[in-house]
């Protein structure tokens, strides 16, 4: 009978030791990670904001700008029209509550869908993902029209010479969810139009109206119950009265859902969670 060579043998635990379990992996590289990927984003933002801003003269001045050209223009012009705005007496203020919110959904849900597109060549590095992309883009954007709302809205309030009872919370409600819904559309466009290049002028042309069907420039409550039934499915209607709620005391959006709009973004957000996850590496490579 032939004998096993002692090296060949796997090798006993000392006498009186119980083989313990393997060591841990070290939350280091973890961290480092976590910290590396908020650099990429960092590095993005930054890259965006040279490339939007620091190359348009005046730079960040026109952020602020169109909106407040676009406020003046509707205040003018329905000033002219009729008398008084559905709310209060100053058309600035009430245009201003109504197409900011708007804007802000606007703006994050369209930067956010062209994010793989804008940020296509860093993308094929590997520290480089497409969600720290999409991250880049709604940080940036989000925080601009946050910070062009209060801009605005202080400037109106203090030339106006209004005594409006100010609701912050329901304020700033309406805007973070103005952001939530940019991101989740933006989010899901950003791989639709990834795999089909037509849904971006498809989209552009479906949503053309909603400009209009938002809320900016009539309450819901002056609506016929028809609309009323068919634009309350519009999430965007529901952050313009919740918004009005915060400069209008007297005010009370009862339409307003906030849970409506939260399950909307949320479903849409993670659609476009799934799909890119699924099919980014198809969209990067056409």
Same mark, same amino acid.
């Given at each position: 009978?032939?004998?096993?060579?002692?090296?060949?043998?796997?090798? +006993?635990?000392?006498?009186?030791?119980?083989?313990?379990?393997?060591?841990?992996?070290?939350?280091?590289?973890?961290?480092?990670?976590? !910290?590396?990927?908020?650099?990429?984003?960092?590095?993005?933002?930054?890259?965006?904001?040279?490339?939007?801003?620091?190359?348009?003269?005046?730079?960040?001045?026109?952020?602020?700008?169109?909106?407040?050209?676009?406020?003046?223009?509707?205040?003018?012009?329905?000033?002219?029209?009729?008398?008084?705005?559905?709310?209060?007496?100053?058309?600035?203020?009430?245009?201003?509550?109504?197409?900011?919110?708007?804007?802000?959904?606007?703006?994050?849900?369209?930067?956010?869908?062209?994010?793989?597109?804008?940020?296509?060549?860093?993308?094929?590095?590997?520290?480089?993902?497409?969600?720290?992309?999409?991250?880049?883009?709604?940080?940036?954007?989000?925080?601009?029209?946050?910070?062009?709302?209060?801009?605005?809205?202080?400037?109106?309030?203090?030339?106006?010479?209004?005594?409006?009872?100010?609701?912050?919370?329901?304020?700033?409600? @309406?805007?973070?969810?103005?952001?939530?819904?940019?991101?989740?559309?933006?989010?899901?466009?950003?791989?639709?139009?990834?795999?089909?290049?037509?849904?971006?002028?498809?989209?552009?042309?479906?949503?053309?109206?909603? !400009?209009?069907?938002?809320?900016?420039?009539?309450?819901?409550?002056?609506?016929?119950?028809? @609309?009323?039934?068919?634009?309350?499915?519009?999430?965007?209607?529901?952050?313009?009265?919740?918004?009005?709620?915060?400069?209008?005391?007297?005010?009370?959006?009862?339409?307003?859902?906030?849970?409506?709009?939260?399950?909307?973004?949320?479903?849409?957000? +993670?659609?476009?969670?799934?799909?890119?996850?699924?099919?980014?590496?198809?969209?990067?490579?056409?």
């Amino acid at each position: 009978m032939t004998t096993t060579p002692s090296a060949a043998r796997p090798s +006993a635990p000392p006498p009186g030791r119980s083989p313990g379990p393997a060591p841990a992996l070290r939350p280091a590289a973890g961290r480092a990670r976590r !910290f590396a990927s908020l650099r990429t984003v960092a590095a993005l933002v930054l890259r965006e904001m040279s490339t939007r801003y620091g190359r348009t003269p005046g730079g960040y001045l026109w952020a602020v700008l169109e909106p407040l050209a676009a406020i003046l223009f509707l205040s003018i012009g329905f000033s002219l029209v009729i008398r008084s705005p559905s709310l209060g007496t100053s058309f600035l203020l009430f245009y201003a509550t109504g197409y900011l919110p708007f804007d802000l959904y606007n703006s994050v849900s369209s930067t956010t869908a062209r994010a793989v597109n804008f940020s296509r060549p860093l993308l094929k590095f590997p520290a480089v993902t497409w969600l720290d992309a999409v991250l880049a883009r709604f940080l940036l954007n989000s925080l601009t029209g946050a910070l062009v709302a209060i801009l605005l809205l202080g400037g109106v309030l203090a030339v106006i010479d209004s005594r409006t009872v100010l609701d912050l919370p329901a304020a700033v409600l @309406a805007m973070a969810l103005a952001m939530a819904l940019g991101l989740g559309l933006g989010t899901l466009n950003c791989a639709l139009t990834g795999l089909f290049p037509l849904w971006e002028v498809a989209w552009s042309i479906i949503t053309r109206p909603l !400009f209009i069907a938002s809320g900016i420039f009539f309450l819901y409550e002056d609506l016929p119950p028809l @609309a009323q039934d068919i634009l309350w499915y519009n999430p965007v209607m529901h952050i313009t009265g919740l918004m009005r709620t915060g400069f209008y005391p007297a005010y009370a959006a009862s339409y307003a859902s906030v849970t409506y709009v939260l399950a909307v973004s949320l479903i849409l957000l +993670a659609l476009g969670l799934v799909m890119m996850g699924r099919y980014h590496r198809d969209i990067l490579n056409r």
